[in-house]
């Protein structure tokens, strides 16, 4: 059974929300593979930026195609805040899968989102659900980060993390890094997608079958 994560980032704090996810296959059983979406930023934006000694270590990561997506049997997405919205570089790359849509090539297989914004109520929520429609129109089965995870109930600290997917919190200017609780989160959400794609696994042709 193959996991992809797709995600991209900036500054790497979806980044290390991607390798905790990543564990969460793990400790299911799987191995996670990991993919960037493609850069829509010149170099000299991305330098201006200061995000360029992260984009270096960033872009070691192979660039997923649309005809390479198909080939998962679970896609959990992770992209920023733009907004209240996904990136555009998520966006231009799930626009661009209009070929494996019409052939129903991620029917029945499941997706998830994880993000992260600069402020507590930068729109977290409102990207995972922006996402899932997406996914919705490819027949994907969305799998959140249910309340089985304990960690997003707490109220000791500030946090990320709600029934959508796990997030994180960034800071104004990029000056926080993932907690603790919500890397919890995002390996908790790695092993649920990858066991319910388990529990999938097998199944596809008789979903597609229903019609």
């Excluded at 996402?131 to 959140?144: D, E, F, P, V």
Aim: hydrophobic share 40%.
């Amino acid at each position: 059974m193959r996991i992809f994560i797709v995600y991209y980032s900036l500054y790497g704090h979806i980044h290390k929300m991607a390798q905790a996810v990543s564990e969460g296959v793990s400790d299911a059983g799987f191995k996670a593979e990991l993919f960037r979406v493609p850069e829509t930023l010149p170099d000299v934006v991305i330098e201006k930026m200061g995000a360029t000694s992260f984009q270096t270590e960033f872009r070691k990561l192979p660039v997923i195609t649309p005809d390479e997506l198909s080939k998962a049997d679970a896609v959990i997405f992770g992209t920023p805040t733009r907004f209240g919205n996904m990136v555009g570089q998520m966006r231009q790359f799930l626009d661009s899968t209009g070929g494996i849509w019409s052939r129903g090539a991620l029917a029945g297989k499941v997706g998830s989102v994880f993000t992260s914004s600069g402020t507590q109520h930068g729109g977290q929520e409102s990207t995972i659900l922006s996402m899932h429609i997406t996914l919705l129109h490819h027949g994907m089965i969305i799998a959140g980060l249910p309340y089985t995870f304990a960690g997003q109930t707490i109220m000791t600290e500030i946090t990320g993390c709600s029934p959508y997917g796990a997030s994180t919190i960034a800071g104004g200017s990029g000056e926080r890094f993932p907690s603790d609780n919500e890397l919890s989160g995002a390996r908790y959400q790695g092993k649920y997608v990858a066991r319910v794609a388990e529990q999938l696994a097998g199944k596809q042709n008789y979903l597609l079958s229903l019609s």
